[in-house]
């Protein structure tokens, strides 16, 4: 819980590698856990004497991502050299956009506290990813050595910067949600935050209330996990409060996320850009984007997140709260847009989505284009409830089966003898047996008490392992107890 006596101030930047075939400067491939540095050229090695060329498709996903997050796309921009030293960079400069970049002053809409927000997107730019370290111990300190592995060095990057107009951890985390979905819907990048391809820095400060003034501001890096970067900023609103409290200085720094520890840790101060010695690239000639060529990128703009979210509710009638989560992921929309195409009970659909197939997905860490379910194969188990092949109840045993062997629901049914027991006299025994042995709830339903019948459907049900017929069980009892 934040103090009410300071209001915090976060911005986000945002690094996401695009979903181009080859590297931003050269043909290399940029594909994602081959042999370490087998995806190398002199080019995106530094080597002297090697001209960069740009990839122009890195320039159409930087206007696609610019267009679905509601920027101006600028008709002029440059690349700069951005110098630092670090082996991860050969060169010791990187390419990136400083004072000109593609994409200017867009916008992105949050949910705060079920109002909606809008939230300024300062700038988009291109740049060029820096190689990996790989360090033989633990930690970069405890190491004796680290390796360098090129093949990520020179993968096209955008940076989206937001303006700092998050006011809570929970509103940042809002923001990289649906900024995560967009780049997803658009797919300009896999946004997988476990292999790097979405990564975050946050700026955050602290100001007293209704002040006009922002806070020493403080940059959090590595923080990979929407979990990681709510937990690091409610721990550094925290240590910046108690820090002004107790009358200490902050400084303009850049701290480090400790997940195990659960503490930010100052990493250096903050550079500023003359740091950095910024200058044009001299081998690179300015980017000219056409009017023509934004219109086109536009008109080939796939429906985005919010779009999608109201087409299901207004064409299948879905809640709003399940039409939130089911566009929050794109996988999961086109999942669902799959199913309901073969059944058109859409609210079925989205319980089963809502319900046992994201609990199943979160429990084995699954992404949904892994999930060995097809939409086809739930769609012939939901057809086989309604048939009353089986209950409502043994299909989330069917369910279960079925994502951890992908078989066809007909085939775990068959193996397992979930067939559910519709057989008149079968079912006749049971209810029969149940009365005998509960006088009790006989006594209690036949005196008025309804909530009994609900406990000897149940025994029957268990007496059956869930498999009879519960409509039939219920009309059965219903008619030996009149
Ligand atoms: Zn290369």
């Keep these: 819980m934040i103090d009410p006596e300071y209001e915090v101030v976060i911005g986000l930047e945002v690094h996401t590698e695009l979903k181009t075939k080859t590297k931003i400067f050269c043909s290399c491939s940029t594909e994602f856990g081959q042999e370490p540095n087998s995806h190398v050229c002199p080019g995106c090695l530094g080597m002297p004497g090697v001209l960069p060329v740009l990839n122009k498709k890195v320039v159409e996903f930087a206007i696609k991502a610019g267009l679905a997050l509601n920027c101006n796309i600028e008709e002029f921009s440059k690349f700069d050299r951005k110098h630092y030293f670090y082996p991860d960079l050969p060169a010791s400069y990187q390419i990136s956009q400083l004072d000109q970049p593609i994409c200017l002053k867009g916008y992105l809409d949050i949910d705060a506290d079920g109002v909606s927000k809008r939230i300024g997107i300062n700038r988009i730019h291109m740049e060029e990813d820096a190689s990996k370290l790989v360090h033989g111990g633990e930690t970069i300190s405890s190491s004796f050595y680290s390796l360098v592995d090129y093949n990520r ?192 009970e859409a609210k079925t659909v989205s319980n089963w989505l809502m319900g046992d197939l994201i609990r199943l997905l979160n429990a084995e860490e699954q992404d949904i284009k892994e999930c060995a379910v097809t939409p086809e194969m739930l769609i012939n188990m939901l057809k086989l409830i309604d048939q009353g092949t089986i209950s409502g109840r043994i299909a989330k045993t069917v369910f279960e089966e079925m994502f951890k062997t992908g078989k066809n629901p007909e085939v775990v049914i068959e193996e397992k003898g979930l067939v559910q027991i519709s057989d008149q006299s079968a079912i006749d025994a049971m209810v029969d047996q149940v009365l005998a042995d509960n006088p009790k709830s006989v006594e209690d339903y036949q005196a008025g008490k309804e909530r009994a019948m609900g406990f000897l459907v149940g025994q029957v049900m268990k007496m059956s392992k869930g498999k009879a017929n519960p409509g039939m069980v219920n009309e059965l009892l219903k008619e030996k107890l009149k």
Excluded: H
């Design 153 to 344: 060095g020179g993968s096209p990057l955008l940076e989206i910067v937001s303006e700092p107009d998050m006011r809570s951890p929970k509103e940042a985390r809002d923001y990289l949600e649906k900024l995560k979905a967009i780049l997803e819907y658009t797919e300009v990048s896999d946004c997988k935050m476990e292999e790097g391809s979405l990564r975050c820095d946050a700026n955050v400060s602290i100001m007293p209330k209704g002040s006009k003034v922002f806070g020493t501001r403080v940059e959090i890096k590595n923080l990979n996990s929407f979990r990681a970067m709510e937990r690091a900023l409610e721990y550094e609103i925290q240590r910046q409060i108690e820090a002004v409290e107790d009358g200490e200085p902050l400084y303009q720094e850049t701290r480090t996320w400790d997940e195990t520890k659960g503490v930010t840790l100052a990493m250096r101060s903050k550079e500023e850009a003359s740091d950095y010695r910024y200058f044009p690239d001299p081998d690179l000639v300015p980017v000219i984007v056409s009017r023509e060529w934004v219109e086109e990128v536009q008109r080939n703009l796939p429906e985005l997140p919010q779009a999608r979210k109201e087409r299901l509710i207004s064409e299948y009638g879905l809640p709003e709260y399940d039409a939130s989560i089911i566009t929050a992921s794109k996988g999961l929309a086109d999942y669902f847009d799959a199913c309901v195409k073969l059944y058109p």
